[in-house]
């Protein structure tokens, strides 16, 4: 609906688990972001990419990995989460980094850690 | 203090009633101010944004930014039950990007028919 998909939609994983959180834009934005949205809480930025570069990370813990193969592509890798890790992931995507105005959100992974 | 302050509602109002939706700030040097509507099971949408002060409209929309109460405002004519969501607030200073924006934690609006 927007041009930014999310795979899965839903996920519970234990907190030993391994996974990884798909996000792919249709719109030829050159900027990708992931956010965690947790209840009655602030969006929370947690990465930024730009023309596939890193350019911002939010202080995010080391089990929180992010890759970006391409400008179309954004991954987040999952691995010894914690319960207070469950939220509602998103992922966004903009013609730059400076037009976050701009910025086109996908449907989200709504994320349950056991 | 938080940053951006914004009521968590939720506000009840009844079809084609005004409403009125707000957000504080701290930071003088937030200078874009974007609303965001989020349904349920749903990212957010962009509705609006303004630059520095002013009012802006889009349709049953209108956006309103004082800057010298740090005070941001979304209003909606005719509200419809579509328009039930929550409503995000977020701004960010002049010469940065996604990294220095801040969000409102949302008001959860009913427009009961």
């Known amino acids: 609906e927007t041009g930014v998909t999310q795979t899965p939609r839903h996920l519970v994983m234990g907190m030993t688990n391994k996974k990884s959180l798909k996000c792919e834009q249709h719109?030829?934005?050159?900027?990708m972001y992931w956010y965690k949205q947790s209840a009655k809480k602030p969006l929370e930025l947690m990465f930024v990419?730009?023309?596939?570069?890193?350019?911002e990370n939010n202080s995010v813990p080391s089990r929180f990995s992010p890759e970006c193969p391409n400008s179309s592509h954004l991954f987040l890798h999952l691995h010894t989460l914690q319960p207070e890790d469950s939220a509602l992931y998103l992922c966004?995507?903009?013609?730059?980094?400076?037009?976050?105005?701009?910025?086109?959100f996908g449907p989200g992974t709504r994320l349950l850690v056991l | 203090q938080k940053e951006v302050e914004q009521d968590p509602g939720p506000l009840s109002v009844p079809e084609g009633a005004i409403v009125s939706l707000n957000c504080t700030y701290s930071n003088s040097a937030f200078q874009y101010f974007m609303w965001y509507r989020q349904y349920s099971r749903k990212g957010p949408e962009l509705l609006m944004y303004t630059y520095s002060s002013g009012n802006k409209e889009d349709g049953r929309f209108t956006a309103q930014v004082d800057k010298s109460s740090k005070y941001i405002s979304l209003f909606i004519r005719d509200s419809q039950p579509s328009d039930s969501a929550t409503y995000l607030c977020a701004m960010r200073p002049r010469e940065t990007g996604g990294f220095k924006t801040i969000f409102g934690a949302g008001t959860r609006l009913f427009v009961k028919a």
């Open positions: 990419y730009n023309f596939k570069e890193q350019t």
């Open positions: 966004a995507s903009s013609q730059d980094r400076l037009l976050v105005e701009t910025q086109y």
């Open positions: 719109l030829g934005h050159n900027a």
